[in-house]
T-cell receptor, first 112, second 117 residues
Framework: DVKVTQSSRYLVKRTGEKVFLECVQD?????MFWYRQDPGLGLRLIYF???????EKGDIPEGYSVSREKKERFSLILESASTNQTSMYLC???????????FGNGTRLTVT | AQKITQTQPGMFVQEKEAVTLDCTYD???????LFWYKQPSSGEMIFLIY??????QNATEGRYSLNFQKARKSANLVISASQLGDSAMYFC??????????????FGKGTKLSVKP
């Protein structure tokens, strides 16, 4: 079975802190994605990556950056956390564009 | 533009009965994948079933089946013999190569299914 692991299930951070969300997949997938999910707004794409060291902006990249130094790992970085970044963050990975994406368990981030 | 529409914000079903969750989609791409995901209250997004745009047969996975009507652009999920553990949000999603997006998933707004004992 495909396994996508997010490092933290729950996270509480203070405004202004630098926050790292880690995601690791074990299926040698080329494509990896970071989404955030908010009530009433659905899932929105933050960043995606289609290869090591490659990254592309999604729909809402402001306030975020990403890193993909190894194929299996895709990190989301909140440079200076703000309260409006309180959300559920979901990492996903997949092969070719018409195959399923597999998600991690999600990280509920609270910024106070 | 690609779009997924789920018109049922909430649904109730009696335990052991079948239920159909509606999904319509819009795309001009000839090659795409259609998916259903389940999200329980714990938050994880669980992949249920997949239908490719060129697949001739409707997809089935255990109690889940996908009623794919390409001409109508619909991809309804049928859950047979509902169980209490099926209570969750269900999302219909589509994936294709939209302008080099490497297959970003386009999600519908979801349907909240509640199974009554």
């Amino acid at each position: 079975d495909v396994k996508v692991t997010q490092s933290s299930r729950y996270l509480v951070k203070r405004t202004g802190e630098k926050v790292f969300l880690e995601c690791v997949q074990d299926m040698d997938h080329e494509n990896m994605f970071w989404y955030r999910q908010d009530p009433g707004l659905g899932l929105r794409l933050i960043y995606f990556s289609y290869d090591v060291k490659m990254k592309e902006k999604g729909d809402i990249p402001e306030g975020y950056s990403v890193s993909r130094e190894k194929k299996e790992r895709f990190s989301l970085i909140l440079e200076s956390a703000s309260t409006n970044q309180t959300s559920m963050y979901l990492c996903a990975s997949g092969h070719r564009v018409t195959s399923p994406l597999h998600f991690g368990n999600g990280t509920r981030l609270t910024v106070t | 533009a690609q779009k997924i529409t789920q018109t049922q914000p909430g649904m109730f079903v009696q335990e052991k009965e079948a239920v159909t969750l509606d999904c319509t989609y819009d795309t001009s791409d000839p090659s795409y994948g259609l998916f259903w995901y389940k999200q329980p209250s714990s938050g994880e997004m669980i992949f249920l079933i997949y239908q490719g745009s060129y697949d001739q047969q409707n997809a089935t996975e255990g109690r889940y089946s996908l009623n794919f009507q390409k001409a109508r652009k619909s991809a309804n999920l049928v859950i047979s013999a509902s169980q209490l553990g099926d209570s969750a949000m269900y999302f219909c999603a589509m994936r294709g190569n939209y302008g080099g997006s490497q297959g970003n998933l386009i999600f519908g707004k979801g349907t909240k299914l509640s199974v009554k004992p």
